[in-house]
């Protein structure tokens, strides 16, 4: 049976949000968030480093760190739309065979996915439901490094969250979004041998990355 959480992902991020998040990232790089995890990445040592980017979106933490050193990444997203612009984008920089692209929910292809030295989920956590259960399956998968980004606990992301959620259900989105507690995530991480290395926060996101005892 699927445990697939990713109901409304494709209404939620279809080809235009796609086409929308390419333009950005070529007109301006990173969101600010982003940024500062793939900094933080990039101080541990990139130089032929293996990469799982989870829900990565249209590549931006794997287009910037295979630049950066790293010698290859497994890309999973839940849509085709991202697969497709990530896909087009990684031809154009040049590393197209350096990345395997998987469509599916994590959860699910998790089995079928090795190892790597380093795993991120930008703004991923936030998108399931069992925070648990992705967490866990994806902290199985880094050697050495876990980088995430997720919301902070702040009554007003919580407030925005509820307002968002009640919209897309009265236009008939399934999709959601979730406040998980910070020290639960932190607890299910260090369960599975990673503890919290460096860490930043703004106002709406806490960027962290974790490390292999």
């Known amino acids: 049976m699927s445990s697939c959480q990713c109901q409304g992902h494709d209404s939620q991020f279809g080809a235009r949000h796609a086409e929308k998040d390419l333009k950005r990232y070529r007109k301006s790089g990173p ?18 480093a293996t990469l799982l980017d989870v829900g990565g979106g249209i ?6 760190l295979l630049s ?48 790597t030295d380093i795993v991120t989920l930008d703004r991923v956590i936030c998108c399931y439901s069992n925070m648990e259960q992705l967490v ?11 980088g995430a980004v997720y919301p902070r606990e702040r009554w007003l ?28 995530i932190d607890h299910t991480l260090e369960r599975n041998g990673l503890r919290r290395s460096w860490v930043r926060d703004t106002f709406a996101w806490r960027v962290a990355v974790y490390s292999r005892r």
């Open 31 to 48: 969101d600010a968030t982003t940024r500062l995890l793939l900094d933080a990445l990039m101080t541990q040592g990139l130089q032929e």
């Open 59 to 64: 590549g931006v933490v794997h287009h910037e």
């Open 68 to 115: 950066a050193g790293a010698r290859s990444a497994i890309h999973v997203d839940a849509t085709n739309a991202n697969i497709d612009v990530a896909e087009q984008e990684a031809t154009r920089q040049g590393h197209r065979e350096q990345v395997s692209f998987l469509c599916g929910d994590f959860v699910d292809l998790a089995p079928e996915i090795p190892a």
């Open 136 to 146: 866990d399956a994806s902290a199985a998968k880094a050697r050495r490094l876990y």
């Open 157 to 184: 992301n919580k407030a925005w969250i509820a307002v968002a959620n009640l919209g897309r259900r009265i236009l008939g989105n399934p999709f959601q979004t979730y406040i998980h507690p910070i020290s639960a």
